[in-house]
């Protein structure tokens, strides 16, 4: 099992509203991600970062914003929520590809599944 | 284009059975192939690793080959269980980066009924 947690799993909430979504990791990774999930889609990368204040957008344009204060926390941040951004959202880590042996395996969490009414 | 195509889209058969779910990409360069079982409602769990060199690999009931020739995959599933039903997503890494840019396909989903 991945040691790495998201918090909500589930979260309803209105048009407006900021939310944040919680990712932790106890792997000691360097890299994490945000990817968006929906329905029968790929996953797409939001926003990735390397290491402690690093932090990138990813391929798909979203309005959160994410912050990198400490290695094992990478919380998502939507200052005003829209329907449009109903979705899942899954976190997920990795170790450096420069590490030896290691292929970039990458841990996902269970996901938090955000309804904006 | 990079990308990765998965078929079937969907896909039923009965528990004890076996089947074969297809990948091809077109990713370039190529660095690693993965297939990740992701059950309704929960995070994408890695299977299987694969590297260039690498022509099969096994996880248990689960046996994935890689063709870096023609780029195709496929993931086998032997004895299918109940606990099978999932979709199952095939992800091909490039080489352009240390990041390594990971494609993703949409997922075949199955399901395994009694």
Redesign the interface.
């Known amino acids: 099992e991945a040691d790495i947690y998201q918090t909500p799993r589930y979260l309803v909430i209105g048009t407006g509203k900021k939310i944040t979504l919680e990712c932790s990791q106890t792997m000691g990774h360097d890299k994490m991600y945000w990817y968006q999930q929906d329905p029968g889609m790929e996953l797409h990368l939001i926003h990735y970062s390397y290491g402690v204040n690093s932090t990138e957008k990813g391929d798909l344009s979203s309005e959160s914003t994410v912050s990198r204060i400490r290695t094992e926390h990478f919380p998502l941040t939507l200052e005003s929520a829209r329907p449009s951004h109903t979705s899942q959202y899954l976190c997920a880590s990795s170790e450096s590809r420069r590490t030896s042996g290691n292929t970039g395996e990458l841990f996902f969490g269970e996901g938090s599944r955000l309804t904006v009414l | 284009k990079n990308q ?1 195509e998965q078929s079937p ?1 969907s896909l039923i058969i009965l528990e004890g059975k076996n089947c074969t779910l297809q990948c091809n990409y077109t990713v370039s360069p190529f660095s ?1 192939l ?1 297939w990740y079982k992701q059950d309704t ?6 299977l299987t ?1 694969m ?1 260039f060199s690498e022509n099969t690999k096994s996880n248990g009931r689960y046996t994935a080959t890689l063709d870096a020739d023609t780029k195709q995959s496929s993931l086998h599933i032997t004895a299918s269980q109940l606990s099978d039903s999932a979709s199952y ?1 095939c ?1 091909v ?1 490039d080489r352009g980066s ?3 840019r ?1 494609y ?4 075949t ?1 199955l399901t395994v009924w009694p």
Do not use: E
């Open positions: 990765v889209q690693n993965r409602g929960r995070g994408p769990v890695s690793i590297t997503i992800v890494s240390t990041l390594g990971l993703f396909g949409r997922g989903q």
